[in-house]
């Protein structure tokens, strides 16, 4: 399925990982969940929560792991507007979301 979202967004889904296109660049949209499947996600989180989180985040479990990023490079930051805007996208909809980046470990 491919619905357009707003702001020049296109939303495909099925088939694979949900991507956001903006163009002809797009982000991909994972979940990883459920520990008891994924043992590394407690690992993961707890590691995210103690590089990026508040001290009230850091006592709370979070059940999910939500991770997006570019399809392809972009060393040039051409689409960090748009990047900006599926992480606005993500604390809408998913409050209380920890929003941080994976590379600096620091949040956004």
């Given at each position: 399925?491919?619905?357009?979202v707003g702001h020049g967004?296109?939303?495909?889904?099925?088939?694979?990982?949900?991507?956001?296109?903006?163009?002809?660049?797009?982000?991909?949209?994972?979940?990883?969940?459920?520990?008891?499947?994924?043992?590394?996600l407690l690992e993961t989180?707890?590691?995210?929560?103690?590089?990026?989180?508040?001290?009230?985040?850091?006592?709370?479990?979070?059940?999910?792991?939500?991770?997006?990023?570019?399809?392809?490079?972009?060393?040039?930051?051409?689409?960090?507007?748009?990047?900006?805007?599926?992480?606005?996208?993500?604390?809408?909809?998913?409050?209380?979301?920890?929003?941080?980046?994976?590379?600096?470990?620091?949040?956004?």
């Amino acid at each position: 399925m491919t619905q357009e979202v707003g702001h020049g967004a296109i939303l495909q889904v099925g088939g694979g990982l949900p991507e956001i296109h903006f163009g002809h660049y797009g982000f991909f949209i994972g979940l990883d969940h459920d520990p008891d499947e994924s043992p590394d996600l407690l690992e993961t989180t707890a590691d995210i929560l103690a590089a990026a989180g508040t001290p009230q985040e850091q006592t709370r479990r979070f059940p999910y792991l939500l991770t997006f990023g570019g399809m392809n490079p972009d060393p040039e930051m051409d689409f960090f507007n748009e990047s900006l805007f599926v992480a606005q996208a993500i604390e809408i909809l998913f409050p209380g979301a920890v929003l941080y980046d994976p590379q600096t470990g620091e949040r956004l």
